[in-house]
T-cell receptor, first 114, second 112 residues
Framework: GAGVSQSPSNKVTEKGKDVELRCDPI?????LYWYRQSLGQGLEFLIY????????KSGLPSDRFSAERTGGSVSTLTIQRTQQEDSAVYLC????????????FGSGTRLTVV | AQSVTQLGSHVSVSEGALVLLRCNYS??????LFWYVQYPNQGLQLLLKYTTGATLVKGINGFEAEFKKSETSFHLTKPSAHMSDAAEYFC??????????FGTGTRLLVSP
């Protein structure tokens, strides 16, 4: 596609529920990243995918967070048993080959846990 | 690991005034540095990129940034602010394995 597409754009969920956030990267971009942006905070790295290699999960804050990338394209970030501190904007970005090319970001999913 | 510091969470300027947003990196000279801009309810958009060898980098919307090794800085400037420049600006550089680390951002406020 022309840009990085994220859905939904907004999600309100009850504490304890599971949520899935979707990212559709730019066609041909092999690298895909998830970041979290909390109010007043910078961007916090969550996970990195490169092609069909094993992902770098070093930024995932707890085992309630997981992500997958199917067919080297679409990615889903899943948060189980959501907590109020999970409320944030979740940003997906893709890059042609690697970080040296810079990222192209999606518009994000604003998650609110009530 | 490299880190990046943006001094000033908020910067206020008048329309037509010089914009200066500060970014400092922590240690060794990075091979590349980025500035991104984020408008409300949008993702981040690439403004400009520094690569080794350059000193003054020109970006979109009239912005430019000067890399100063002696000051470990990569400050973003624009000679004359427009109302449309009001946004949040992030500096980023490579850190760790294959990821970028971002500063905490500087919100630019432009008054008429």
């Amino acid at each position: 596609g022309a840009g990085v597409s994220q859905s939904p754009s907004n999600k309100v969920t009850e504490k304890g529920k599971d949520v899935e956030l979707r990212c559709d990267p730019i066609s041909g971009h092999t690298a895909l990243y998830w970041y979290r942006q909390s109010l007043g905070q910078g961007l916090e790295f969550l996970i990195y995918f490169q092609g069909n290699s094993a992902p770098d999960k070093s930024g995932l804050p707890s085992d309630r967070f997981s992500a997958e990338r199917t067919g080297g394209s679409v990615s889903t970030l899943t948060i189980q048993r959501t907590q109020q501190e999970d409320s944030a904007v979740y940003l997906c970005a893709s890059s042609f080959r690697d970080r040296s090319y810079g990222y192209t970001f999606g518009s994000g999913t604003r998650l609110t846990v009530v | 690991a490299q880190s990046v510091t943006q001094l000033g969470s908020h910067v206020s300027v008048s329309e037509g005034a010089l914009v200066l947003l500060r970014c400092n990196y922590s240690s060794s000279v990075p091979p590349y540095l980025f500035w991104y801009v984020q408008y409300p309810n949008q993702g981040l958009q690439l403004l400009l990129k520094y690569t080794t060898g350059a000193t003054l980098v020109k970006g979109i919307n009239g912005f430019e940034a000067e890399f100063k090794k002696s000051e470990t800085s990569f400050h973003l400037t624009k000679p004359s602010a427009h109302m449309s420049d009001a946004a949040e600006y992030f500096c980023a550089l490579p850190s760790g394995f294959q990821k970028l680390v971002f500063g905490t951002g500087t919100r630019l406020l432009v008054s008429p």
